[in-house]
């Protein structure tokens, strides 16, 4: 699972994810989805991999930065 985030904020929250087999999948996904080409997506955003940890008191998700 991928995440990516924009270079330039400060709180790297996530603004989309998707599953993708590597790295290079997931930047192509993503950068076809803002319709972008590659090379134009990653000069504004950082492609990172995240997994959920899912507690057994709440039903939310946390994100655990990877």
């Keep these: ?19 993708a087999n590597d790295l290079n999948e997931a930047v ?18 950082v492609v990172k991999s995240f997994t959920y940890e899912t507690t057994v008191n709440e039903s939310t998700r946390t994100l655990l930065k990877g």
Excluded: H, Y
């Design 28 to 45: 192509r996904s993503f950068a076809q989805m803002k319709m972008l080409s590659v090379e134009d997506f990653l000069t504004i955003f």
């Design 1 to 19: 699972m991928f995440c990516f985030v924009s270079k330039n904020d400060p709180t790297q929250l996530p603004i989309g994810t998707v599953q």
